[in-house]
T-cell receptor, first 113, second 112 residues
Framework: SQTIHQWPATLVQPVGSPLSLECTVE??????LYWYRQAAGRGLQLLFY??????ISSEVPQNLSASRPQDRQFILSSKKLLLSDSGFYLC????????????FGPGTRLLVL | QKEVEQDPGPLSVPEGAIVSLNCTYS??????FMWYRQYSRKGPELLMY????GNKEDGRFTAQVDKSSKYISLFIRDSQPSDSATYLC????????????FGQGTRLTINP
C-alpha cells in the first residue's frame, strides 16, 4: 500500500529565516505530487504541483518554491519567511491515471514569529 | 463568487442524528466529486468519491450529486462522536486529479 510522509510535523521559525519542508511517498511510482497551504478556518490553497522529476507548476505568486529532485520526493522551500507564511502545509499525491483523486499526508504546522 | 461554496458551520448535533453536509458550485464542467474528512491537526482523508450525478453509499455515509442544481451532499446516518471533524468537499472538471477545487470545510461536532 502507499504511504505519504511529511516532516517536520511542527516548525517554529523567525521571520526572514529559510524554510525546507520535505514530503516522500512510498509504494508507488511516478505519482503526481502537490503542496497545499491551509490557513486557520479556511480551505486548501494549492501552491505547487508536479507531474514528474524537475517539473513544477506554480499556482500562486509567493516567496515559496518547490522542487522534485527524485520521483517520490517533493520539497517546499523559502529563502526568507514572512509572517503570512504561517499555516498548515499539506503534501498530497495522486496516481497518474484517469478518474483518480488525491491522498494527503499528515501535514506540517508552521508558525512564523 | 467562489467556485465552490460550503457552509463553514460550526454544526453541532446529538449522537445518532442524521447529518447533512452540502456544497454548491458554479462551474458546470465539474464531473468528479469528493468528500474528505479532516480531524484536528491531521491531513484530510478521502471519504467518498463519485463521478457525475447520482448517489453512492458506503456504510453510514451517502454521497449525493445533483449536477442540474450544481449541488452535492454528504449524509451521515447514526452519527457518532468519532465523526466529529471538518468535512471538505472537492471537485474536478478533468479526469486526472491535478486540479481539485475545495470548499472551505464544515466543522461538525457530534455530542454524546
Amino acid at each position: 500500500s502507499q504511504t505519504i510522509h511529511q516532516w517536520p510535523a511542527t516548525l517554529v521559525q523567525p521571520v526572514g529565516s529559510p524554510l525546507s519542508l520535505e514530503c516522500t511517498v512510498e509504494g508507488t511510482s511516478n505519482p503526481n505530487l502537490y503542496w497545499y497551504r491551509q490557513a486557520a478556518g479556511r480551505g486548501l490553497q494549492l501552491l505547487f504541483y508536479s507531474v514528474g522529476i524537475g517539473q513544477i507548476s506554480s499556482e500562486v505568486p509567493q516567496n515559496l518554491s518547490a522542487s522534485r529532485p527524485q520521483d517520490r520526493q517533493f520539497i517546499l522551500s523559502s529563502k526568507k519567511l514572512l509572517l503570512s507564511d504561517s499555516g498548515f502545509y499539506l503534501c498530497a499525491w495522486s496516481p497518474t491515471g484517469l478518474g483518480e483523486t488525491q491522498y494527503f499526508g499528515p501535514g506540517t504546522r508552521l508558525l512564523v514569529l | 463568487q467562489k467556485e465552490v461554496e460550503q457552509d463553514p458551520g460550526p454544526l453541532s448535533v446529538p449522537e445518532g442524528a442524521i447529518v447533512s453536509l452540502n456544497c454548491t458550485y458554479s462551474n458546470s464542467a465539474f464531473q468528479y466529486f469528493m468528500w474528505y474528512r479532516q480531524y484536528s491537526r491531521k491531513g484530510p482523508e478521502l471519504l467518498m468519491y463519485t463521478y457525475s450525478s447520482g448517489n453512492k453509499e458506503d456504510g453510514r455515509f451517502t454521497a449525493q450529486v445533483d449536477k442540474s442544481s450544481k449541488y452535492i451532499s454528504l449524509f451521515i446516518r447514526d452519527s457518532q462522536p468519532s465523526d466529529s471533524a471538518t468535512y471538505l468537499c472537492a471537485m474536478s472538471a478533468s479526469p486526472g486529479a491535478q486540479k481539485l477545487v475545495f470548499g472551505q470545510g464544515t466543522r461538525l461536532t457530534i455530542n454524546p
